[in-house]
């Protein structure tokens, strides 16, 4: 069975609409995560939530919103989509956050979504 | 200066070498990632360390925390082998950012 899955796996859409990408993990984690990979391959942290909290938010623009409705989904939502948006998007999950903070035990990561905004 | 930096960016060896790819850092940290990342983009969490050596089939992965320095090695590798493989540390301040290397491409010819 996939531990963490990503659903759609590709998404092409307009400028200016709004689209969501749904994130699942059945490993029983307490921590998700939502990466953005640039066109130069760097992994970007957007969110983590633990435990229905979030406790990271980098700066991100509050067009992208993580809802979480139990702790084995963090869906990523993101309104008035522009070009820039478009990249890869990780899901990821850990057991837990640990005493040295999130991020400090062993992810998971989903397959990705590669979004095209055209 | 990126505060992860990897070495090489690229890399090209035959089938069966011994494989060594590094990365340093410049901020203090609580744990370093190491991550594979295949042609098809999935990425799969290789090893967490936080202090010493950790090995898994034919790879083995080091840290040296007062060099601020960490190694993945792949013994006797193999063309499946090839993928990117990533370096990312865990540091403790503000709101426990993770900072990501670029990446080594790594090619294994048969």
């Known amino acids: 069975d996939t531990a963490v899955s990503q659903t759609p796996k590709y998404l092409v859409t307009q400028m200016g609409n709004d689209k969501s990408i749904k994130c699942e993990q059945n490993l029983g984690h307490d921590t998700m995560y939502w990466y953005k990979q640039d066109s130069k391959k760097f992994l970007k942290i957007m969110f983590s939530?633990?435990?229905?909290?979030?406790?990271i938010n980098e700066t991100v623009p509050n067009r992208f919103s993580p809802k979480s409705p139990d702790k084995a989904h963090l869906n990523l939502h993101i309104n008035s989509l522009e070009l820039g948006d478009s990249a890869v998007y990780f899901c990821a999950s850990s057991q837990d956050w640990l005493a040295g903070g999130p991020g400090t035990d062993t992810q998971y990561f989903g397959p990705g979504t590669r979004l095209t905004v055209l | 200066k990126n505060e992860v930096e990897q070495s090489p960016q690229n890399l090209t060896a035959q089938e069966g070498e011994f494989i060594t790819i590094n990365c340093s850092y410049s901020v203090g940290i609580s744990a370093l990632h190491w991550l594979q990342q295949h042609p098809g983009g999935g990425i799969v969490s290789l090893f967490m360390l936080s202090s010493g050596k950790k090995k898994h089939g034919r790879l083995i992965a080091t840290i040296n925390i007062q060099e601020k320095h960490s190694s993945l090695h792949i013994t006797a590798s193999h063309p499946r082998d090839s993928a990117v493989y990533i370096c990312a540390v865990v540091s403790p301040r503000g709101n426990y950012q993770l900072i990501w290397g670029a990446g080594t491409k790594l090619i294994i010819k048969p």
């Open positions: 939530y633990n435990n229905k909290e979030l406790i």
